[in-house]
């Protein structure tokens, strides 16, 4: 057994069946509906179908990342039991939960200095920061130790490609990504906008597509221009979703179809309550590995 523990925050998007099947700790984020709080917990005290129906009904949703001292509680139950730690955080171009973990970190080394600990920005959200950790916990299984871990996620971590598209912007214009304007006429005439991340963990709007089954096609042709091997891609592709299985499913159809040499079949996941409580429902994202993020 490890002699150390891989771990992330619940933004990661897998189910807490996938985590705790392949032994990645993880730390949740929180949110709250008109005021009150909850922790998200991978759906376990609130589940994604009700989270978006009461988002829908008028309820609205706020997201809170874990603080210095949560982290530092977390930290301490492995490092009690002699265990390292590499801790994977949600990207910093989305939030600050790098930099409320790296606190916790450099006071947890003052304490316990024999451990190692070592904590790693993403620059992923979502399902692409669960493919991340899944990858990590293969070469761990593989027998990859803790200090070459760390190495191989600082140098390939922007080789993972997130690209997003929503078939509704009406939580986007609430919380003011679209303006109300342009958001009114995008719903009207049914702009579906296409958004990856940066190589600095932002979440970009690209391109301006009309209509799903379009929006699907320029989201798989994106994958083709971009994955490791192109129509010979070999690795795993995760794919999430905020209450819109259907186009999920469309789209893993079609990735299936294009790559027939993947690593299995696109795995699906719902979209966990710190992401989606600002796209809404409405948002599919497709994950693979890829060329390198330079912009």
């Not at 210095?68 to 730690?85: M, P, R, V």
């Not at 190692?116 to 027998?143: N, P, Q």
Request: a neutral charge; aromatic letters at 10%.
């Amino acid at each position: 057994m490890a002699d150390f523990i891989i771990s992330c925050c619940s933004s990661a998007d897998l189910t807490k069946e996938r985590l705790d099947g392949r032994k990645i700790k993880y730390l949740c984020f929180h949110f709250s509906l008109d005021g009150k709080e909850y922790p998200d917990d991978l759906g376990q005290t609130m589940t994604p179908e009700e989270l978006y129906r009461r988002m829908t009904a008028g309820e609205t949703a706020k997201t809170s990342q874990p603080s210095a001292g949560e982290y530092i509680e977390f930290f301490e139950s492995f490092l009690k039991e002699g265990k390292d730690i590499l801790h994977v955080t949600l990207s910093t171009g989305i939030s600050g939960a790098y930099n409320s973990a790296t606190v916790a970190a450099d006071a947890m080394r003052k304490k316990y200095p024999e451990r190692k600990i070592y904590v790693v920005d993403s620059l992923g959200a979502s399902s692409g920061y669960g493919l991340i950790m899944d990858t990590l916990a293969d070469k761990r299984d593989g027998g990859m130790g803790i200090d070459e871990l760390n190495e191989w996620l600082l140098e390939n971590r922007l080789y993972m490609h997130h690209w997003f598209f929503s078939t509704d912007l009406t939580f986007y214009i609430k919380g003011g990504r679209v303006s109300k304007g342009s958001g009114f006429i995008g719903n009207m005439i049914g702009i579906c906008p296409l958004l990856n991340m940066d190589n600095f963990g932002r979440l970009i709007p690209r391109q301006k597509v009309i209509g799903k089954k379009r929006v699907i096609k320029h989201t798989v042709e994106k994958m083709t221009e971009h994955a490791k091997d192109g129509l010979d891609y070999s690795g795993r592709v995760f794919i999430c979703h905020s209450e819109c299985l259907q186009d999920a499913q469309r789209l893993a159809a079609l990735v299936k179809e294009k790559f027939p040499k993947m690593k299995g079949e696109p795995e699906i996941f719902p979209i966990g309550a710190t992401i989606g409580s600002h796209t809404g429902p409405g948002t599919v994202s497709l994950f693979f590995w890829g060329d390198k993020r330079v912009d």
